[in-house]
């Protein structure tokens, strides 16, 4: 083939690439929508319920890194086919399961197939981009169809109810998943490098040790407070990731190889995608609990009110690659970081009665301001793996955001709750003070002191995007440097 063709081809597959990552991020997104339609048809019991939300996403995280991993062993395309196929016929099974423990047997299962989606996607669009500047624009568009994803999510889901019973919702990864399977081995590149030793199997269960409990752990506390089982998931996840990573650190050809740390520009950048999105889930979670509950509105409309803060990590997402070509891409991630502490201060100022007008607007400040790291923290942490390590660099930067996010939610979640409690309001939840209120007086109260809360962890999460702002710039002056035209796979970019 010609440079053209090559081009082409590569940008078709990319295309490809991205109905992959809006299915990703759709799929979280959907499934809180048909709860109630769930709920009336399978009777499922208050664990269950909880399960058929979690379980997606407990597997999805447990998974990544043995799956990362899998694809540099038998080729990422063929990863990619395989998950697609499983998620296709799962998605059936899950839209007509008749009982609840079938439907959350499902979900485990799609949790497994979604883990191959985006390592798949992030490695394969590094394996067809070997341009490092072709390379950040193509992950600058996975950025962005990831959000897109998040932001119609609640907007197709919500449509489909309003005319189809609860399982159509899990049926908008079938037609994905056979464009997938038709045009995959027409666009997406078959000969990427791979390793032929096989996976350590101690390895992947101790990832899954780590992952599982970890996440589980996060999610309770921010739902119902730091218990002892709460708190012993996280400290056992994390007893058993520092297992996880003494193996590595012995076997000759380790799952995850973490000498990739040593290096700076991968480690930095791993560290900012977590403490991004650390403060981005936080705020989706307490700000979605405020449109509800405090301002009384429905999911769907209180979906469309946080849409438009998806569009500004798109935009962000992909003006951050062109940005990086003139400035320093630390300092355009430092710049972005701070527009985003700003969009934090916005939303201090959040009171039970404001405009949302004030909310839309902080809420797109924030994300527009993360796009940028999102993009090119992602570009690096894929860039400066060598090539028969991206699959598994993929997964770790994709897995880096859903920790983050965990335990964004459950800190800043609790930071919300603990002023809630704090105020006296004789409840642990709003949603509990709210059906126990008897008066006017005491629902005005009770809003109020949960939009205290969220003043409180608006204004922790802008100290600490500045501060993550600082630290980038700092710790990155020495060592980057303006994208060049091309440089060679397996550098730093």
Request: hydrophobic fraction near 55%.
């Amino acid at each position: 083939m010609t440079t053209t063709q090559t081009s082409r081809r590569a940008w078709a597959g990319l295309a490809v690439l991205c109905v992959v990552a809006v299915l990703a991020s759709l799929e979280l997104t959907v499934t809180h929508l048909a709860l109630p339609a769930i709920d009336a048809d399978l009777r499922p019991s208050g664990t269950q319920l909880l399960w058929i939300v979690d379980v997606y996403a407990f597997l999805l995280a447990g998974s990544m890194l043995a799956l990362g991993a899998a694809g540099d062993r038998i080729g990422r395309r063929r990863l990619l086919m395989i998950g697609a196929a499983a998620y296709g016929v799962l998605s059936v099974l899950a839209a007509w399961a008749p009982t609840a423990e079938t439907l959350i047997a499902a979900r485990a299962l799609l949790g497994v197939a979604g883990a191959t989606l985006m390592p798949s996607t992030l490695s394969l669009t590094a394996t067809m981009f070997r341009d490092a500047r072709q390379r950040a624009v193509a992950v600058g568009v996975v950025i962005a169809s990831v959000s897109g994803g998040t932001a119609i999510g609640p907007l197709v889901g919500g449509a489909m109810l309003e005319r189809f019973w609860w399982g159509s919702v899990f049926l908008l990864g079938v037609p994905v998943m056979v464009l997938i399977l038709a045009l995959g081995p027409i666009l997406l590149p078959a000969g990427e490098t791979t390793t032929t030793t096989r996976i350590d199997v101690v390895s992947v269960g101790l990832s899954m040790g780590a992952v599982l409990p970890l996440v589980w752990g996060l999610k309770e506390i921010a739902a119902g407070g730091a218990g002892w089982a709460a708190v012993t998931g996280v400290v056992g996840g994390a007893v058993v990731g520092v297992l996880f990573v003494g193996r590595q650190r012995v076997l000759a050809d380790p799952m995850v190889d973490v000498r990739l740390f040593r290096d700076p520009a991968f480690s930095v950048a791993v560290a900012t995608l977590a403490a991004g999105i650390f403060v981005l889930w936080g705020a989706n979670y307490y700000l979605a609990q405020y449109l509800q509950l405090v301002r009384g509105l429905s999911p769907l409309l209180a979906g469309l009110c946080t849409a438009p803060s998806a569009a500004g990590v798109i935009v962000g997402s992909l003006l951050a690659p062109r940005l990086a070509r003139r400035v320093r891409p630390s300092v355009v991630i430092g710049v972005g970081l701070t527009v985003s502490a700003a969009g934090f201060v916005l939303l201090t100022q959040l009171t039970a009665t404001s405009g949302l007008g004030l909310l839309v607007a902080g809420s797109v400040t924030v994300s527009a301001g993360l796009g940028p790291m999102m993009a090119l923290a992602t570009d690096q942490v894929v860039g400066a793996a060598p090539p028969e390590r991206a699959g598994a660099a993929a997964a770790l930067s994709s897995m880096a955001p859903q920790l983050g996010g965990a335990l964004g939610i459950a800190v800043l979640g609790s930071v919300v709750a603990a002023v809630f409690r704090g105020a006296g309001t004789g409840a642990d939840t709003l949603g509990a003070a709210l059906a126990a209120a008897e008066d006017g007086t005491g629902l005005a109260a009770a809003r109020e002191a949960f939009t205290d809360g969220i003043v409180l962890a608006a204004t922790v999460s802008a100290a600490l995007a500045a501060a993550l702002a600082i630290s980038v710039v700092a710790l990155s002056a020495r060592r980057d440097s303006v994208i060049p035209t091309s440089r060679p796979r397996g550098s730093a970019a």
